[in-house]
Each structure stands twice: as structure tokens, then as C-alpha cells.
């Protein structure tokens, strides 16, 4: 079973497909499945459209990073929202697929400027080579054709996140299931972070944050949500709304 859409371009790599489909007012990247790796509106590349995506941003309303890394690049959705929204903050991106790298270039309107660095690589080894506390964000999102890279859920990978992070670093990572509230992996994190929130997407994706500093859930009303969606259309209140711990 495949994803229905107009096939505007099709490559393979040594680890599969890679696909390019088009609809009427989106275009999305898929690895040759059922799921859509990543979702643009068409003429609109800044701009995400999965609710996962827009509820991974959280983190902004709190502090503007000056330096954020994105691990899983895919069609490029999360480094182009950070770079619209704040044009001055470096990205670095890691993405597994050289090809994949060239199809968000070519059909997703990856930019290439100069505060945007794209490594291809596995993310472990990558981000075991990030400098202590020299990035301010990072958004975790490791996904094949079908799952989610167990690598994600694995306490080292968060040990390695936490070494990146800045004193004042975020963390949200994409969970097709929640963790265990009281497994190792929650147990890890609350060890290491100040605070551990949780969203719960209406198609049951979670987004899982983690902060170096203590979190107030802001009320719907806050100024900083009206601020950025005049900046973001995402709906920033909404995604808020639906933020516990």
C-alpha cells in the first residue's frame, strides 16, 4: 500500500525509495510507505503542516536559540521554520541519506545559506562530536519507512543531547508511543532535565520536551503566543493548550 498523490520525482538510495508526492495544496516527502515522512504547504516551504512538527517548536516560545540542531533533516520542515522565524540562528542538520539531503534542496526549499550547516551521517556519532553546551536546541525526529529509530529511546543518545545542551538547552524528540512514565527512559530524563513535558498529537504522535531550566505552562493568553503567531502561523495557543506533564 502506498500513499496516493502525484509522483513529481522518485530516487532510490542503498536503504530505499525516496519519494516526492504532490497534492493539491501540500507536497510530502515519503520512503516508499504508508507514512509521510515530511509535509509542506506547497509555496509555502517555512511552513509545517504536521501538528508533530509545529508542536516540536514549543521550546521558542520560551527562548530564542541561537544555536539549534536538527537530527533527522528529512524534506528539510523543521530547519526551514527556524530559519523564517529567526534568520540570525545557526542551524546544524544531520540527516543519515545523502539523496535525501538533495531532494529537500531540490523539491522543499532547503535553503542554502550560510547559517545553515548540513551533515550526512548517522546522528549518534554526530552528536557525540557537538561541543559541550554549544547548542541552545535540538529536535530529535530519527525515522525509517515505517518507525522510529530505536537509537531515539535509548538513554546514551539522551546522555549525548543533555553534553550538547546549553544551561539553558531544550530537548523535544517525536514518539510514535510514549515512553513509559515510569520506565528507564522517563526516569533518565527526569534525572538529567529541570523539567520533562509531553504532547499528545490528535493522530496519537507525542512530542516529548525536555528542559534544562524549570518550565511554567504559560496560560493561552500570553502575550509570547500572540508574538509568534503573527510570526509563525502555527497555533501556537493550541499547541500550548495541549502541553502537561
Known sequence: MRLGGQVTHETEDALGKIRVLDYRKHRVLTFDSVFEQSKIALGKSWLPVHEYNRAMLLPLVYAEPSHATVLGLGGGVMVNALHYLLPLCRIHAVELRAEVVNVAREFFGLPDHPTIDITVSDARPALQEIAEGSTDLILADLYGPDHMSPAQAHRRFIDYCHHALSDTGWLAMNF????????????????????????????NNYVLYASKQPVDLLLPTHPALKSLETRLPIGWRGIMERVYR
Open 176 to 203: 510514535h508511543v510514549a515512553p513509559d512514565r515510569g520506565g528507564p527512559l522517563m526516569g533518565h530524563l527526569n534525572r538529567l532535565f529541570a523539567d520533562v513535558l509531553l504532547y499528545r498529537t490528535r493522530t
